[in-house]
């Protein structure tokens, strides 16, 4: 029986590479974004190429009970989980004061409840099962403070440390839990956030979505915690380690502007 995978944030980008990734390794997937069009031709292009299952869940993760919605329906549906994937987020590279705090607000909600809510629903019954894997998508920018980007940074810092945490609780069950951290990536990220002009994508390279979702699928697969995407990455991941915290938060203000 093929098992299934759910990807948030499946309509583009690293999303969209997750979905292939997994059909191309004859795994159903369940589509989860906003665009129902996209979505819908997405499914008809992984089942004619792989000969797998495509589901599609138009699903609005910002609105409220949606993660709720989508596990009830899945489960009415007589779909079962193994592989998790929350990939949908979002940033903004603004000064703080200066964005409206909706945005704030919706970037929370989307980048920490949203994924804390999915993973609570979906890893339980993982748990349960004593099988699953789980990959939370979270970023060069969850090891410092960043200037011009503060609550996006601050997000992924959450994801990171949340998803080491429940990595160890998790794994007694069987169940696996990957954080994956990748720099500047091609990507609808980079025009919705404006961070695509800023001095991180001339100076630390710009990674294609289909190479980032290699990474995480392959370190998923193997049941890692934590893995990077590129030497600099790492790198400067590590380097941040021994640097003083407001040094990092200096090279991060360099990195944001544009």
């Known amino acids: 029986m093929k098992k ?6 499946a ?20 589509l989860v974004a906003r665009s129902k069009d996209k979505l819908e031709r997405i499914k008809s292009e992984l089942e004619k190429e792989y000969g797998i ?10 609105a409220d009970n949606s993660a709720k919605e989508l596990f009830n329906q899945l489960k009415t549906d007589g779909i079962t989980v193994d592989y998790l994937v929350n990939n949908a987020g979002f940033g903004d ?22 994924l804390m809510e ?3 629903l979906f890893g339980k019954e993982m748990c349960e ?16 403070g960043g200037p011009y980007m503060s ?16 990595a160890e609780e998790f794994r007694k069950s069987g169940v696996t839990v990957t954080c994956l951290c990748p720099g500047p990536t091609e990507s609808n990220f ?12 001339k100076y630390l390279g710009v990674a294609k979505a289909k190479s980032v979702a290699e990474k995480g699928y392959k370190a998923m697969m193997r049941g890692k915690s934590l893995v990077y995407h590129g030497f600099n990455v790492k790198s400067m991941a590590f380097l941040t380690r021994f640097s003083p915290r407001s040094l990092n938060t200096k090279v991060s203000a360099f990195m944001d502007k544009h």
């Open 151 to 166: 609550v996006y940074y601050a997000t992924k810092a959450f994801v990171l440390s949340f998803s080491e945490g429940i």
């Open 129 to 144: 099962r004593k099988y699953g894997k789980i990959l939370n998508v979270s970023s060069l920018a969850a090891f410092t």
């Open 118 to 120: 999915l993973c609570h």
């Open 53 to 62: 299952s495509a589901y599609v869940y138009p699903k609005d993760l910002l």
């Open 11 to 30: 309509s583009c980008g690293i999303g969209y590479e997750f979905a292939k990734i997994f059909a191309k390794n004859k795994i159903n997937v369940v």
């Open 4 to 9: 299934t995978a759910l990807i948030t944030g």
């Open 190 to 201: 980079g025009t919705v956030s404006d961070f695509g002009k800023s001095n991180a994508f």
């Open 93 to 114: 590279n603004h000064a703080y004061t200066e964005t409206e705090w909706k945005t704030h607000e919706d970037m929370v909600k989307l980048n920490v409840l949203s």
